[in-house]
């Protein structure tokens, strides 16, 4: 199995604000995004830039994946930007407003230079052309849900429930496993929205989701704790495992545990489970 990496929680920072880029070093949570795009005024887009790069080969973020978002290179900013991020090497290069394999295809010289993309899922016509973007290749290691961008583009209401982004989540989820993506959640707006944000963490691991983004570090806490599977859950997938591993079952493709039918298939998820609980306790 490919290590897996906890990715419960990821925290959008701004770049241009080196308070907060210096705060995340210490944060609780697991994946740090650098933002270039959404969170920077356009006077600020090179301040940002110099410090993310420069935040990153510093380091000291400790187990924390590191990413930048970077702008899009339609605009301004965005190949000088993708230029930076690749020399900088982070752990990963988000890019925003993909809408077909052939945007991301543009990103080509991240692949070249090693360093892997995310792409946020944010507009109409991604939604039409998710399978194709999940398998573009070119280094694609995650899909990044981008609700306030897709809300706007479909005209509907984004509330704690998303029930008019239940088709459009569902299928994300669904194009990122039939391609081994990672996928993350997209943000929830109320900062002081305590139950609200519980409640839409909860919804995001029910469809299926590796973790949340988040816009504020007083989030992290609930990402991670519905991000992380329960004690119950592996506990279980430990017995499944440990009942496969018995040299009586090991041509068997259904055996019994406990009472209840367990196929391979069952396997396969609980040793899944395993690592992302084991590698949470490592971080």
Same mark, same amino acid.
């Not at 190949?79 to 982070?90: G, S, W």
């Not at 398998?135 to 209401?157: P, Q, S, W």
């Given at each position: 199995?490919?290590?897996?990496?906890?990715?419960? !929680?990821?925290?959008?920072?701004?770049? /241009?604000?080196?308070?907060?880029?210096?705060?995340?070093?210490?944060?609780?949570?697991?994946?740090?995004? #650098?933002? +270039?795009? %959404?969170?920077?005024?356009? %006077?600020?887009?090179? +301040?940002?830039?110099?410090? &993310?790069?420069?935040?990153?080969?510093?380091?000291?973020?400790?187990?924390?994946?590191?990413?930048?978002?970077?702008?899009?290179? %339609?605009?301004? @900013?965005?190949?000088?930007?993708? &230029? =930076?991020?690749?020399?900088?090497?982070?752990?990963?290069?988000?890019?925003?407003?993909?809408?077909?394999?052939?945007?991301?295809?543009?990103?080509?010289?991240?692949?070249?230079?090693?360093?892997? #993309?995310?792409?946020?899922?944010?507009?109409? /016509?991604?939604? *039409?052309? +998710?399978?194709? $973007?999940?398998?573009?290749?070119?280094?694609?290691?995650?899909?990044?849900?981008?609700?306030?961008?897709? =809300?706007?583009?479909?005209?509907?209401?984004?509330?704690?429930?998303?029930?008019?982004?239940?088709?459009?989540?569902? #299928? !994300?989820?669904?194009?990122?496993?039939?391609?081994?993506?990672?996928?993350?959640?997209?943000? *929830?707006?109320? $900062?002081?929205?305590?139950?609200?944000?519980?409640?839409?963490?909860?919804?995001?691991?029910?469809?299926?989701?590796?973790?949340?983004?988040?816009?504020?570090?007083?989030?992290?806490?609930?990402?991670?704790?519905?991000?992380?599977?329960?004690?119950?859950?592996?506990? @279980?997938?430990?017995?499944?495992? =440990?009942? *496969? %591993?018995?040299?009586?079952?090991?041509?068997?493709?259904?055996?019994?545990?406990?009472?209840?039918?367990?196929?391979?298939?069952?396997?396969?998820? /609980?040793?899944?489970? $395993?690592?992302?609980?084991?590698?949470?306790?490592?971080?």
């Amino acid at each position: 199995m490919t290590a897996v990496r906890p990715r419960r !929680s990821a925290l959008y920072m701004p770049a /241009a604000n080196a308070r907060a880029i210096e705060k995340a070093r210490e944060l609780p949570c697991d994946v740090v995004i #650098l933002d +270039l795009e %959404d969170a920077v005024a356009p %006077d600020a887009k090179d +301040l940002a830039r110099d410090q &993310a790069a420069l935040a990153v080969r510093a380091g000291g973020f400790g187990g924390r994946e590191v990413v930048i978002r970077v702008n899009g290179l %339609d605009t301004p @900013w965005g190949l000088e930007d993708l &230029a =930076a991020a690749i020399n900088a090497r982070p752990d990963a290069i988000l890019v925003p407003k993909v809408s077909s394999a052939h945007d991301l295809r543009a990103y080509g010289a991240a692949e070249a230079g090693g360093v892997p #993309l995310w792409a946020m899922v944010e507009t109409c /016509a991604c939604l *039409f052309a +998710l399978s194709e $973007i999940a398998g573009a290749g070119v280094g694609l290691a995650a899909l990044v849900i981008g609700t306030n961008d897709l =809300a706007k583009e479909m005209r509907c209401r984004l509330t704690v429930e998303r029930a008019a982004l239940a088709g459009p989540l569902s #299928l !994300s989820v669904a194009a990122a496993r039939a391609h081994g993506l990672v996928i993350l959640d997209g943000v *929830f707006n109320g $900062i002081d929205d305590d139950e609200g944000l519980l409640r839409q963490c909860d919804q995001g691991a029910e469809f299926g989701f590796d973790g949340k983004t988040l816009i504020h570090p007083r989030q992290i806490e609930a990402a991670n704790r519905a991000f992380t599977p329960a004690a119950d859950e592996v506990a @279980w997938s430990r017995t499944i495992v =440990a009942a *496969f %591993d018995s040299p009586e079952n090991a041509a068997k493709g259904v055996i019994r545990v406990e009472g209840r039918m367990v196929e391979r298939l069952h396997l396969v998820e /609980a040793r899944r489970l $395993i690592a992302v609980a084991d590698a949470i306790a490592r971080a």
